[in-house]
């Protein structure tokens, strides 16, 4: 099982400022990666796949990037809409696996 | 619109049973997996196994290999998650999402969530 570990566990940020999350894979999961947002009470939502593709409807202030077993999400501006949980997932193999997740919070 | 319906909260006793349902609409459902992924209280993403309605051929994570039984009726398109003997440890939010079955693909669309609560 492919163990995905993600840094910070919160991150507190101002609105208005750039965020960026981290994802390590304990082996290399190539490109397939995706990050998902979930807001409190609501499923989780598809951001971003293909580890830098964003996925439609999307806002261009979300980007991702890296390969292999380094990954990161950023957010260039944060918005009020943004602060939520972050979690990556590599589906590489069958045997799909989640992050635990970061916490995006206003400072 | 591509939607995933899931079934209502329930709220069962340690050792009863349980089947619970995610009715695909808007796309073709046998070209789509369909995935499980449990959230606890407070946690993170869990995923549990997945089926092709296809042909009803399952996959399931070694976590909860054993535990639950997916299944899927593709006439309906509607996938199930059942328990036949349901603990308090159950006791979670549990998504369905679906996964373009050709190649490596991520969950593009996700069901509302099932609320399960096992008490005694």
């Known amino acids: 099982e492919i163990v995905m570990t993600q840094s910070p566990a919160t991150l507190s940020v101002s609105p208005g400022e750039r965020a960026t999350l981290s994802c390590r894979a304990s082996?290399?999961?190539?490109?397939?990666l995706a990050w998902y947002q979930q807001k409190p009470g609501q499923a989780p939502r598809l951001l971003i796949y293909g580890a830098s593709t964003r996925a439609t409807g999307i806002p261009a202030r979300f980007s991702g990037s890296g390969s292999g077993t380094e990954f990161t999400l950023t957010i260039s501006s944060l918005q009020s809409e943004d602060f939520a949980v972050y979690y990556c997932q590599q589906y590489n193999n069958w045997l799909v696996t989640f992050g635990q997740g970061t916490k995006l919070e206003i400072k | 619109e591509v939607q995933l319906v899931q079934s209502g909260a329930e709220v069962k006793k340690p050792g009863e049973s349980l089947r619970i349902s995610c009715k695909g609409s808007g796309y073709s459902f046998t070209s789509y997996w369909i995935s499980w992924v449990r959230q606890m209280p407070g946690k993170g993403l869990e995923w549990m196994g997945r089926?092709?309605?296809?042909?009803?051929?399952?996959n399931y994570s070694p976590s909860f290999q054993g535990h639950v039984t997916i299944s899927a009726d593709k006439s309906i398109s509607t996938a199930y998650l059942q328990w036949s003997s349901l603990k308090a440890s159950d006791t979670a939010m549990y998504y369905c999402?679906?996964?373009?079955?050709?190649?490596?693909?991520?969950?593009?669309?996700w069901g509302q969530g099932t609320l399960v609560t096992v008490s005694s």
């Open positions: 082996q290399s999961v190539s490109s397939n």
């Open positions: 999402a679906r996964v373009d079955s050709y190649g490596s693909k991520p969950f593009d669309y």
């Open positions: 089926i092709d309605p296809s042909d009803s051929y399952t």
